[in-house]
């Protein structure tokens, strides 16, 4: 019986296995594609012209037919003899790369955009298998490495800010035909059983299912088949390593009914121990995942598949990899760093001093001398997530109709320690997430050919995301936290310590960061088309349109979950918010020229209307109750006659203590607000694309594109207050060349480009309305605040130029070459926060960085690749591959601190092994960073994080 094959992204098969295209026999390659550069429209135009006149001239000594025929005839013979020595000695003649960036099987040498490609059989060589693994593999792409819910994909420089819970990320991610639209669905995932996958730069609108305005990652799996196919591959290496991988499927009913499941597990130690307790490790793997799919094809035209995806509940160590110095004793402009909420000065405090096994010198910094970490508090970040997707694609007479439909979930819980052993957050300082989002796409896709063929549908997407931020303090949080003249004031007696320990022990909030709970809602409906008109064989005109309707919500609230062991020493109201305390003043403060307040005072100064400040003793009798109790449980003083006067009776001293321990309290609980709905983000956001082709030569394109997309506002509260960010516009233009070199061994493409982003999302200082408020409320000639949020960079351009290239000229060699030279600025951001050198007394609240380079962004950039193959013996094969990254230094600090640096790094991972040609039984020996490039990820003026060292196992693996 003859079966119909599910036909799937066939890009380059590899050399030694046959897979059948609809048209075509293809070889594997480890192979990338891109596209680069912008400058000036004149150096544009004459930079392509210059390359395309070398190009031609080496493309001109044979004609486009007779190449392409000998080569077909050469690529077929390589193939039905890639066991015959001499075959094996011959350069390999390229096959046809194809990619699926627009939602169908393309050559990649037609396709007018700046495109990278790497293979599945690639990435399993090498055993790379989550997201920093891929970016490692394609070019000017970098994976911004913080935990599972803070990472970020950043291209071109552009993106190393990680998204907020309510804002869209700036690259999208697309697993077979799905867009993930939080960044946390990239993070903590093993992608295994992959077919290809691809980085599309630049806005991606018009086709690519959610708008992104910077690029978007197209990862696709292997789909289900009526031929029997199943795979293993087991890997053990070092700390404890263990991974497996399954993968198979096959005909479940003969051309009816075909199905494809697979399973992988991760475990194992991370480099970095914990000296509190060493069966705890930084970066360990505790990840299984599932992932089922059944094909349906009842007819010649119309199949479905069915995916189910699951990944339990699991805990990883992803926060705390740092390690700290120690914080330089002078500001930036030569002025004395007080330290007086530095570690150096805390650890040194009777409190912390008294544990005789650790100390701020030989234990905190530097991370313990042997790159340890020491924490009690500090929990595994648990992540989950599952998925479901329904694909269905009828076959018309000259269209096809395809339908997406999925649902994807994610779980993520955070508990983080503020590195020491000492009980100061407890089981908290993390978000909780649960996030949803449901998608349907509808798109109708004309025949190839003709005049014109074209691409058109509607898009919906909801997403649901409640987020809450924990934080609760533990029994040392007080004298961890206070200031130094707090502590001096607490630490003197017995009743001072009793108040230290309970200002904070057991508080419990949905804290401000940058609110305590957030209700987020995001709907997006789209109608996009896009079109390739022929106007001659040589000469194709893409255009493209989207209109995206976007509403967005959010409910939001920032308040006490569990007032701890010290509810009596709460404020009475924080803003409008009443917090249950008693009113007194919490410092002894001077009112006129004759009348000083003492700190514990009852009453709160308030400012008459002639600019005079008055003490208010307006507590009710209730308030007043609970100051008499607080002053019997702390220093045994009897209730009076009336209301007040225990507490009354305390000595100045006394008053002093309380009034210490309730501004610490008051300090740590910060802003607090009533439940809000911010104001909505309701906008329709425009994307297009204009791309004109001409091919020069059968071997030789030339391109130039014009793609525009704008990224969502976000609907956010900053401490309280609405604070609406507008939507982010980029403008990108191309101009590049794919051409196809050196009798067929050397494809060589190029490309110019230039990224006009307007409102670009990030970090911002902003207006603080909330606090400038309250500080007016006592003082009207108070200065305005300004606080850090999200917000709107007026204009950042990025510019450069890019190369891909794969070469295959040796004998069973492979080469793949891709680079980047890319200028990513702040044209317009004058207020940048101010880095931590600049907290100087008098520094302005921000800081003009127009002009500067992003954080993040690399100058230089290139990626080598290297596949060398030779059989050996009868029916093996050795094999040896290498992938090298490498970047130029870029400084990892948002707000551009001269600490933040990184020097230029690169990271080499090598494999080696011998198998069976027919792939029955391979054994692989892998090195990750082979070099053991220990260039720190990120520094601040205080901590760095540490690279993850080299990592040496060995993978069996094989087919049956």
């Not at 026999?25 to 004459?46: C, E, G, M």
């Not at 076959?395 to 100061?424: M, R, W």
């Not at 690749?865 to 490498?886: C, I, M, S």
């Amino acid at each position: 019986m003859k079966h119909r094959k599910k036909i799937t992204s066939l890009n380059l098969i590899d050399r030694n296995e046959t897979v059948v295209d609809s048209k075509q026999t293809v070889k594997d390659l480890n192979t990338t594609a891109n596209v680069f550069f912008a400058t000036k429209p004149l150096a544009l135009a004459i930079a392509a012209l210059a390359f395309s006149s070398i190009a031609v001239a080496q493309t001109t000594t044979a004609t486009a037919e007779k190449s392409t025929a000998q080569n077909q005839t050469a690529q077929t013979t390589t193939a039905a003899n890639n066991t015959n020595a001499s075959a094996q000695n011959k350069p390999l003649v390229l096959g046809v790369v194809t990619v699926r960036s627009r939602n169908r099987i393309e050559k990649l040498q037609d396709v007018p955009l700046s495109v990278s490609v790497v293979q599945g059989k690639e990435l399993e060589r090498l055993n790379a298998t989550d997201i920093s693994a891929l970016t490692q593999r394609l070019a000017n792409i970098s994976w911004n490495q913080g935990n599972q819910r803070t990472s970020s994909l950043s291209i071109r420089g552009i993106g190393k800010q990680g998204q907020t819970e309510a804002q869209d990320p700036a690259v999208g991610l697309i697993v077979d035909g799905v867009n993930y639209a939080y960044n946390a669905l990239s993070s903590s995932f093993d992608f295994t059983d992959i077919e290809t996958v691809e980085v599309a730069r630049g806005p991606q609108g018009t086709l690519l299912g959610k708008n992104s305005s910077i690029g978007a990652i197209n990862v696709t799996t292997k789909r289900p088949s009526f031929d029997s196919d199943f795979s293993y591959s087991l890997t053990f290496g070092e700390w404890d390593t263990v991974q497996g991988r399954f993968a198979g499927g096959g005909a479940v009913v003969d051309d009816l009914l075909a199905w494809r499941g697979t399973l992988s597990v991760s475990k194992g130690q991370g480099d970095i121990k914990n000296a509190y307790n060493s069966d705890e490790s930084i970066s360990n793997k505790e990840r299984v995942s599932g992932r089922v799919q059944f094909l349906l094809t009842p007819t010649e035209d119309f199949s479905t598949r069915l995916a189910v995806d699951v990944q339990p509940r699991s805990g990883e160590r992803t926060n705390g990899r740092t390690i700290y110095t120690p914080t330089p004793e002078k500001y930036s402009d030569g002025s004395t760093n007080p330290n007086n909420s530095d570690a150096s000065k805390r650890l040194t405090r009777r409190w912390f001093t008294q544990s005789p096994n650790y100390n701020y010198q030989d234990d905190y910094l530097f991370g313990g001398g042997e790159n340890e970490y020491n924490t009690d508090g500090r929990r595994p970040l648990i992540t989950g997530s599952n998925g479901a997707t329904l694909d269905l694609n009828w076959k018309l007479d000259s269209h096809t109709i395809t339908s997406i439909t999925a649902y994807k979930d994610y779980h993520f819980n955070a508990v983080n320690d503020e590195g020491t052993p000492f009980d100061i957050q407890r089981n908290s300082g993390g978000f909780f997430n649960d996030y949803k989002q449901v998608s349907q796409e509808l798109r109708l896709s004309s025949q190839q050919g003709g005049f014109v063929d074209y691409q058109t549908g509607l898009y919906y997407l909801d997403v649901n995301n409640q987020a809450e931020y924990q934080r609760v303090w533990g029994n040392d949080a007080g004298a961890w936290f206070a200031s130094s003249a707090q502590y001096t004031t607490l630490d003197k007696d017995s009743a001072g310590r009793y108040l230290l320990i309970n200002s904070l022990s057991g508080l419990d909030m949905a804290w401000n960061s940058p609110a305590g709970f957030q209700d987020i809602n995001n709907e997006s409906i789209a109608a996009f088309g896009q079109a390739n008109w022929n106007f001659t064989d040589k000469f194709v005109l893409t255009t493209g349109l989207r209109f995206t309707r976007e509403e967005r919500t959010n409910r939001t609230s920032t308040y006490i979950k569990d007032h701890g062991f010290g509810a009596e020493l709460n404020p009475a109201n924080v803003g409008e918010v009443n917090l249950g305390g008693f009113h007194s003043v919490n410092s002894a403060t001077k009112i006129s020229d004759s009348l000083t307040i003492p700190a514990g005072t009852l009453g709160r100064i308030v400012t008459n209307a002639d600019g005079t400040k008055s003490l208010v003793t307006d507590n009710s009798t209730a308030q007043l109750t609970l100051a008499d109790q607080l002053a019997a449980e702390y220093f045994g003083k009897a209730a009076g006659a009336a209301p007040g006067d225990a507490y009354n009776s305390l000595t100045a001293a006394q008053k002093a203590q309380v009034g210490a321990a309730k501004a610490l309290r008051q300090s740590q609980i910060g802003v607090v607000f009533n439940e809000i709905n911010v104001e909505r983000y309701e906008k329709t956001l425009p994307a297009f694309v204009i791309s004109p082709t001409y091919k020069f030569h059968e071997n030789l394109t030339g391109y130039f594109s014009w793609q525009h997309g704008e990224k969502a506002g976000i609907a956010q509260a900053t401490n309280g207050i609405s604070n609406l960010v507008k939507e982010e516009k980029n403008d990108a233009l191309e101009l590049g060349v794919k051409s196809l070199l050196l009798d067929n061994t050397l494809v060589f493409n190029i490309a110019l480009f230039e990224m006009n982003i307007k409102d670009y999302q990030q970090t911002s200082r902003v207006y603080d309305e909330y606090t400038t408020n309250l500080n007016r409320q006592a003082d009207p000639t108070a200065n305005d605040v300004y606080t850090n949020a999200t917000a709107n960079i007026p204009k950042v351009r990025a510019r450069g130029i890019e190369i891909d290239s794969v070469y295959s000229g040796i004998p069973n060699t492979t080469l793949r070459l891709a680079g980047a030279i890319t200028d990513a600025k702040y044209i317009e951001f004058t207020n940048s926060p101010q880095p931590s050198e600049n907290g100087y007394t008098g520094a302005p609240q921000y800081q003009d960085v127009s002009g500067e380079t992003l954080p993040g962004a690399s100058k230089y950039s290139f990626n080598l690749g290297v596949d060398y193959r030779l059989p050996v013996w009868d029916g093996k094969e050795f094999h040896t591959n290498l992938n090298a990254q490498y970047n130029s230094k870029y400084n990892s600090d948002n707000s551009l601190s001269s600490y933040g640096w990184i020097e230029g790094r690169t990271i080499v991972d090598f494999g080696i092994g011998l198998g069976n040609t027919n792939q029955t039984f391979d054994v692989n020996l892998v090195v990750k960073n082979l070099l053991d490039d220990d260039t720190p990820t990120a520094r601040t003026w205080n901590n760095y994080t540490p690279a993850v060292p080299r990592w040496v196992g060995v993978t069996f693996s094989g087919r049956f």
